[in-house]
């Protein structure tokens, strides 16, 4: 007789069944920038299932046995392949009722044939963002997971693609305290792979982390290339290539790092002059290529400067969403909020509270739109902790490295809304650190509370910011409006401040007094108090108002709202603009 349990037996019994999966993790130290490489998609149909008890990871169906060593029936019985199929990119809840508002596991499926390449290529399974953790395994095997819900992350697959392999990825969206961020936030809950899925291919020693920047000394003439390499080759010469500029030189690269400055003066990047260069950087037989825009962003004082220009930031704060979408937008769906912006009079836009799409960041490079960027370290999330001080970390390195080539992107924003107490500080501050330490270009921000007793902007973070970011809701959370020139009495900033959000409720096409909650009039009467008292305010230098469209929302259980947040200046599906629409559009226009 045996005495060894059955194998299922084990997997129903197994209470620590995560642990074989604790390792590797895909992090920011593994990024690649692919720039504009040739990708081949794994984009299109997926077999899905959602999996409530998480059975993938602990019966280990990414094996696919159907029996055991011993020949005994192993707890899989059925195939992949009888499954529907979803589209990838996108997130479940918005494929069908059923899955609207499940939280959990789901399993991700498909067939994935290959041809290998030259000798010596190397071959990455590349993933825009999965939400919330994702497991990958190919042909059976573990390839690693990732935590973080919008950032981008790879794995290896050199010498593990047969012709005909099966990819399973098990994406987890439950909310946990421990998350950044945490279980309780003011956005809805959307999980899946929601960003694009690739394999792109590399020669044996390729260029792996990509910075071509302006550097900012106020001369706008001098652009710093840097690199790094992976391979076996790490020491010899790169060239950098920008054809329209005629340039063309090599540099040395020891250690696989390279970094030089030169003399360039290209013509320079700026909302009304959005001016990409093709730039190309080439090492040892691989060529790396994207598009980029050459413009200064500084603080000097109480002002922002672009290209040495002082500038008021004309924008409004948005959410990742469409309601037909969720969080996984079409290309036509970012450009139309790129466009309806620019019809608002904004040059400005505060992508709240998690990094989105780097699609956005492209084409507001393209259409000359200036970007906030954000992590979500949102609220009072779990600041003692060093596990979470380290994916939030992570999740900013990996949003920096993405998107520190957009001329678009000027600021970078460490999180919003949180307590000010002193593990925060510590926290908060660290973040601000990796940030100048990743990018010493762009100004650190953060959307900050004031402090409603006194009231006055005073955050102890402000002293390790560039930039401070207010969020204020007199007029609606504060209804006594006369509080808000109180606040800035009150304040003496030492550096410029954005008002990162004020706003109001208002149901779309809901009429009434201007004092009556909830209608279009209620919110107009707010825009228009606040660009009274905000326009005059000299230390004021920007402002993005909540909200750009009403978004999704599981707190917000009032009829009215609808689990809804309300607060858009456009409905849910952006076909109608609210009063406030047309006010805020007055102001911006007014500057322009
Ligand atoms: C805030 C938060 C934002 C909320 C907004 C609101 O202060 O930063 O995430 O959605 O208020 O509408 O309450």
């Known amino acids: 007789m045996t005495t060894e349990p059955l194998i299922f037996a084990e997997n129903i019994h197994r209470v620590d069944y995560l642990t074989p999966y604790a390792e590797p993790q895909a992090d920011a130290d593994s990024f690649i920038d692919w720039g504009l490489r040739p990708v081949e998609s794994l984009d299109g149909p997926w077999h899905f299932a959602i999996d409530p008890y998480d059975t993938c990871l602990r019966s280990r169906w990414f094996e696919e046995k159907y029996v055991d060593e011993a020949g005994r029936p192993y707890p899989m019985d059925f195939s992949f392949d009888d499954w529907e199929t979803v589209p990838v990119p996108s997130c479940w809840n918005t494929l069908a009722e059923k899955w609207f508002w499940y939280e959990g596991s789901a399993v991700y499926v498909r067939k994935l044939e290959f041809q290998p390449g030259p000798a010596g290529e190397r071959v990455f399974l590349s993933f825009g963002a999965a939400a919330h953790n994702a497991y990958v395994f190919l042909n059976g095997d573990f390839l690693g997971w990732h935590q973080g819900a919008s950032t981008p992350f790879r794995f290896e697959v050199t010498g593990k693609l047969k012709d005909d392999n099966r990819l399973v990825v098990v994406v987890n969206n439950t909310r946990r305290p421990e998350n950044v961020p945490m279980d309780n936030t003011d956005w809805f809950n959307y999980g899946g792979l929601h960003r694009g899925v690739a394999l792109v291919r590399v020669p044996a020693t390729f260029i792996k982390t990509v910075s071509v920047t302006l550097v900012p000394n106020g001369e706008f003439r001098t652009v710093a290339v840097r690199l790094s390499v992976e391979g076996l080759d790490i020491d010899g010469r790169a060239e950098v290539e920008i054809p329209e500029l005629g340039f063309n030189r090599v540099f040395d690269v020891a250690g696989g790092v390279g970094s030089e400055e030169f003399d360039l003066e290209p013509e320079l990047w700026s909302p009304d002059n959005p001016k990409l260069y093709d730039v190309y950087l080439r090492y040892d037989g691989d060529e790396w290529h ?80 200036l970007l906030w960027e954000e992590i979500p370290v949102y609220w009072a999330i779990q600041f003692e902790k060093p596990e979470v001080l380290a994916d939030a970390d992570n999740q900013l390195r990996e949003l920096i490295l993405r998107d520190r080539n957009r001329a678009s992107v000027i600021i970078w924003s460490v999180g919003n809304e949180n307590p000010d107490t002193d593990d925060r500080l510590r926290f908060m501050s660290t973040l601000v650190d990796s940030c100048h330490d990743l990018d010493p270009t762009r100004p650190v921000s953060a959307a900050c509370l004031c402090d409603p007793s006194i009231p006055a902007i005073r955050d102890r973070l402000a002293d390790k910011l560039d930039i401070i970011g207010i969020n204020e809701y007199y007029g609606w959370y504060e209804p006594d409006f006369t509080k808000l020139s109180a606040l800035f009495e009150n304040s003496q900033p030492t550096k410029p401040v954005i008002i990162t959000e004020f706003g109001a409720d208002a149901v779309t096409g809901l009429r009434g007094a201007a004092d009556e909650r909830f209608t279009e009039d209620y919110q107009l009467s707010v825009y228009q108090r606040q660009i009274e008292v905000l326009s005059t305010i000299p230390y004021v230098k920007g402002t993005t108002p909540w909200i750009f469209y009403d978004f999704r929302c599981p707190r917000r259980t009032s009829v009215l709202q609808g689990y809804y947040n309300r607060k858009g200046l456009l409905n849910a599906d952006k076909t109608q603009r609210k009063l406030a629409f047309g006010a805020l559009q007055e102001w911006y226009k007014s500057m322009q």
């Open 290 to 369: 994207d598009h980029i825009g050459f413009r200064e962003i500084a603080v000097n004082g109480l002002d922002i400067l672009l290209n040495g220009k002082p500038l008021f930031l004309r924008g409004v704060s948005q959410h990742e969403e469409s309601v037909a979408n969720g969080r996984s937008l079409t290309k036509q769906e970012v450009w139309q909020n790129l466009t309806l912006a620019k019809e608002l009079g904004c040059t400005f836009m505060r992508l709240a509270h998690y990094p989105h799409d780097g699609l956005v960041s492209r084409m507001a490079d393209e259409v000359g739109m």
